[in-house]
């Protein structure tokens, strides 16, 4: 009965250095965001995920990011060569999927990047 | 292009007090708006859905077509309401991704 879980919950990298983020959605959610939350610029889209199809990239801000969805479930997002303006939550969430309006879509906690 | 517009970065009110969340979209089709919340420690979570027509909490919202909004209210506001609310929308029936507003930080003193 777990929710989204997203690790680690805090991260201090340095300038420069790649970070990976990981998310596991709730057992059977076939959809899969990742959300960027900027103090002061509300949340962001980043990157969706649904099934088997192709993931929509649209809100991914550099070819910096990227992220990946193995086996339909756990997800990373990888930042390489982190800026301090990357420094932010990066927020997961997952959903039944898309298809039908009534879907709610359920956040994990957060990791919060600090990038020095 | 799908867009969602909250003029308040802070709210300050009374307990007790009415309190109006403002929120604004641009959509060329039917949406499917929604109210998260998010209090402090917590993680983001659904508050209501236009859809639903339901009242949680005592919040309430109507979509005004004609007007473009969304906006939150709740008669008579309590402290434990203090928290981030963030207005977001869905493109539809088969849409793929939420685009949400900026977010307004509600706070209720005592």
């Known amino acids: 009965g777990a929710g989204v879980s997203q690790s680690p919950s805090n991260k201090v990298t340095e300038k420069g250095k790649d970070v990976e983020l990981r998310c596991d959605p709730i057992s059977g959610h076939t959809a899969l965001y990742w959300y960027r939350q900027s103090l002061g610029q509300g949340l962001e889209f980043l990157i969706y995920f649904q099934g088997n199809s192709a993931p929509d990239k649209s809100g991914l801000p550099s070819d910096r990011f990227s992220a990946e969805r193995t086996g339909g479930s756990v997800s990373t997002l990888t930042i390489q060569r982190t800026q301090q303006e990357d420094s932010a939550v990066y927020l997961c969430?997952?959903?039944?999927?898309?298809?039908?309006?009534?879907?709610?879509?359920?956040f994990g906690e957060g990791s919060w990047l600090t990038v020095v | 292009a799908q867009r969602v517009t909250q003029p308040e970065k802070l709210l300050s009110v009374f307990k007790g007090a009415p309190v109006e969340l403002k929120c604004n979209y641009s959509y060329s089709g039917s949406p499917e708006l929604f109210w998260y919340v998010q209090y402090s420690r917590q993680r983001l979570q659904l508050l209501l859905r236009?859809?639903s027509r339901e009242s949680i909490k005592g919040f309430t919202a109507d979509l005004n077509k004609g007007e473009t909004s969304f906006h939150l209210k709740k008669p008579f506001a309590q402290e434990e309401d203090s928290a981030m609310y963030y207005c977001a929308l869905k493109g539809g029936r088969g849409a793929q991704k939420l685009v949400f507003g900026q977010g307004t930080r509600l706070t209720i003193n005592p």
């Open positions: 236009h859809i």
């Open positions: 969430a997952s959903s039944l999927g898309t298809a039908h309006s009534g879907n709610t879509i359920y």
